[in-house]
């Protein structure tokens, strides 16, 4: 067993696998914010055995959690809910009574961008003065929101701002690496826990929390959530300075944000010498130092996170008194895939006024019903500017699209309702039933059999010998022989 004696205020990083531990230790957990990050966090707090209060103050979403219904698509969601709502989770709008209740106070409520590109904190920075209105004995309040560097101490100061004395609380950075669409298995099965505590009281309180994950106790249970194929576990805690915490984190999402771009942007050179960039991806991927993932060609990520935690890194960087250009090019190479995609329609289809387009996909991903900075979104509102018509399907995000894109879109119930009629059909988000279509059907019910796919989910000499004239990212463009010379003309010469 390797263990911390120490954290913090040194510039050690420890890394723990625990494996013997006391006898169960149910804490009393408050997470703040009942979104993405909060509820799955909740939920899973309560199955490894915590009890927790979820808060919100957005009335609605508390009504409905109450009711039993649950407001985001997550697999094992609705399951870990079910089995906790009532006895170990329970939901409020009461922060202040959450806190008193409470040994351990996550914040989980949203950071969006300001206009200029950094963090707004406002909503972190309320919750921090309500906590302190009602510590009433030892409290670590824990960011669990993406937050810049410097957060945890300002957090500190607002809260002794407030009245509160020193040492009856700490602050704690444990940011928060799930994924949406695999949010549950990723915060059960996570590559890792960091836990940036500046003292050892702090940081011993987060070791419990995450215990029946780190002493490997949580998956021997029969009742546990089934492992990921690629999961490790347990996984290693790493202790570090609260600083360090924050910075972990955007860190890591501003290099999985440049490996997408380093691929677009490899893709897109393909595209103009006739390579293969899944072939490519195959080669460099390969390297044990680079490894396949995040190599994923297509329209541009999106999301609630990498967009504006790119411009936060980017701002706090530049606060420091670092320009972080990188990331600039980064943020660059992302919106230019969006405009490439957008030509590559337009040189398969000459004009686009009037056209119907089928599209298939509106999250910003599979997996997820969320379409903030959704590029299958950003993509849709495009060509809705130039006029065409479009027939979009998604299985989990059209109630949240239907608010943001207006009437002019017929939302539909199946692949093969949006490919109906339509002078060309859009692969938008990489929904795993996207890459198993019926071609025969999707032939039939096409137009004009033309399939323009920004996730490379098929291959492109199956799609020619079915009869379809099909694009790609970083891949040549295929048809059926009779019209290959046209449809393999190389994008470089399409663009506009
Ligand atoms: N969504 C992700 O995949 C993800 C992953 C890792 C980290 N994060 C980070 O986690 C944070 C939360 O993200 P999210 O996607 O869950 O956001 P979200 O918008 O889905 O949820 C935020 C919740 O906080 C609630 N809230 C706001 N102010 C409140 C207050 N004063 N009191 C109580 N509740 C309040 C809102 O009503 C909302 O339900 C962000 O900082 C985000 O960057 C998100």
Redesign the pocket.
């Known amino acids: 067993m390797i263990r911390a004696t120490s954290a913090g205020k040194t510039d050690k990083v420890i890394v723990e696998f625990v494996l013997a531990r006391q006898p169960e230790q149910r804490m009393h957990i408050a997470v703040?914010?009942?979104?993405?990050?909060?509820l799955v966090a909740g939920a899973c707090f309560a199955d490894l055995g915590h009890e927790v209060i979820l808060?919100?103050?957005?009335e609605q979403?508390l009504a409905a959690l109450k009711a039993g219904q649950v407001p985001i698509h997550e697999n094992f969601l609705p399951e870990l809910l079910g089995r906790h709502r009532g006895s170990r989770l329970e939901f409020s709008g009461d922060?202040q009574k959450a806190v008193r209740a409470s040994e351990a106070i996550f914040i989980?409520?949203?950071?969006p961008p300001t206009e200029q590109g950094e963090a707004d904190l406002s909503?972190v920075e309320?919750?921090a003065r309500s906590i302190s209105g009602a510590i009433n004995g030892y409290k670590v309040v824990i960011e669990?929101?993406?937050?810049p560097v410097y957060t945890s101490d300002w957090i500190r100061k607002i809260i002794l701002r407030n009245a509160a004395p020193p040492d009856s609380f700490d602050v704690a950075s444990n940011p928060?690496?799930?994924?949406?669409g695999s949010?549950v298995t990723d915060f059960l099965y996570p590559d890792r826990i960091v836990v940036g505590a500046d003292s050892e009281r702090c940081a011993s309180l987060l070791r419990e929390i995450y215990a029946p994950l780190s002493d490997g106790s949580y998956y021997q249970r029969p009742d546990a959530i089934p492992k990921p194929d690629r999961a490790r576990i347990p996984p290693p805690l790493i202790v570090t300075s609260a600083k360090s915490a924050e910075l972990i984190k955007h860190a890591s999402n501003a290099f999985l944000a440049m490996k997408i771009s380093f691929i677009n942007a490899v893709a897109s050179i393909c595209e103009s010498v006739g390579a293969n960039v899944q072939q490519v991806v195959q080669g460099i991927g390969s390297d044990s130092r680079i490894g396949p993932r995040f190599l994923n060609p297509g329209i541009g990520y999106g999301?609630?996170?990498f967009p504006?935690?790119l411009s936060a890194f980017r701002a706090v960087a530049r606060e420091c008194g670092y320009e972080f250009r990188l990331l600039d090019e980064v943020m660059r190479i992302n919106e230019e895939q969006r405009h490439r995609f957008l030509r590559k329609v337009r040189s398969a289809l000459w004009t686009l006024r009037g056209k119907r387009i089928g599209i298939l996909g509106l999250a910003f991903k599979g997996g997820t019903d969320?379409i903030r900075e959704s590029p299958a979104v950003l993509l849709a509102q495009s060509l809705l500017q130039e006029g065409c018509q479009i027939a979009a399907y998604d299985p989990a995000a059209m109630g949240r699209a239907r608010e943001i894109l207006n009437s002019n879109v017929d939302f539909v119930n199946s692949a093969y309702e949006a490919a109906a009629g339509a002078d060309a059909l859009l692969i938008l988000t990489e929904w795993e039933e996207f890459g198993g279509l019926d071609l025969k059907r999707l032939y039939k019910e096409l137009k004009y059999p033309i399939v323009i796919d920004g996730r490379n989910l098929y291959d492109p000499e199956i799609m020619a010998q079915r009869g379809f004239t099909y694009y790609s990212v970083g891949r040549q463009a295929s048809a059926p022989e009779t019209q290959n010379a046209a449809a393999a003309t190389p994008a470089r010469k399409l663009k506009r």
Do not use: H, I, P
Request: proline share 0%.
């Open positions: 703040v914010g009942s979104g993405y990050v909060g808060v919100d103050n957005d979403k922060l989980a409520v949203g950071t909503y309320s919750v669990k929101s993406t937050v928060e690496f799930l994924r949406e949010a999301g609630s996170c504006k935690d969320d």
